[in-house]
């Protein structure tokens, strides 16, 4: 993200947390911080590794518990195939299908709100009566830039 997007970013989850009266302390604002100067996903241990240079103290429960909490309030999602975390690229807007299309080669991680998914995973949950709480699609591939190469 450049630089100019997250500080927007950050100044959105801000008011996102006051208005839910969720607490972002300033250890889980620095570690969404950490998250969005990332090209593309990154994995606990390594966002461990980034937080502690400016908190030597950090432990992995410290990580685990901010990833928990943003997690929860919808501003990162998970990858579970890779076992690694990106910034929601749409913050704030209400819980949503995202596909995630993900680059094997540089790891890039591209997210699309997928809206017409999202209307047949509710029409497909909506027969069993179903509530769908979150999913995320993970697509495999290479990206525009690698194939290039
Ligand atoms: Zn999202
Ligand atoms: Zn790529």
């Known amino acids: 993200m450049k630089s100019s997007h997250i500080e927007s970013m950050l100044a959105k989850v801000q008011k996102?947390?006051?208005q839910r009266a969720v607490r972002l302390t300033p250890q889980r604002q620095l570690?969404?911080?950490l998250m969005a100067e990332q090209k593309s996903a990154i994995s606990a241990y390594d966002l461990l590794d980034l937080l502690r240079?400016?908190?030597?103290?950090?432990k992995p429960p410290t990580v685990y518990r901010a990833l928990d909490f943003l997690l929860e309030q919808g501003f990162i999602h998970k990858i579970e195939s890779?076992?690694?975390y990106v910034v929601c690229?749409?913050?704030g807007e209400p819980l949503h299908t995202s596909a995630l299309f993900i680059c094997?080669?540089?790891g890039l991680v591209t997210e699309y709100h997928a809206e017409g998914i999202d209307q047949?995973?509710?029409a497909l949950a909506d027969t069993?009566?179903?509530t769908i709480q979150h999913s995320v699609l993970e697509t495999h591939g290479t990206c525009a830039n690698c194939i290039a190469k």
Not at 53 to 58: N, R
């Open 120 to 122: 047949q995973l509710k």
């Open 31 to 33: 570690v969404l911080r």
């Open 104 to 106: 094997d080669n540089c």
């Open 53 to 58: 240079i400016s908190e030597p103290q950090a």
């Open 16 to 18: 996102l947390c006051e």
């Open 89 to 91: 690229h749409h913050v």
């Open 82 to 84: 890779t076992n690694s």
């Open 128 to 130: 069993s009566g179903f």
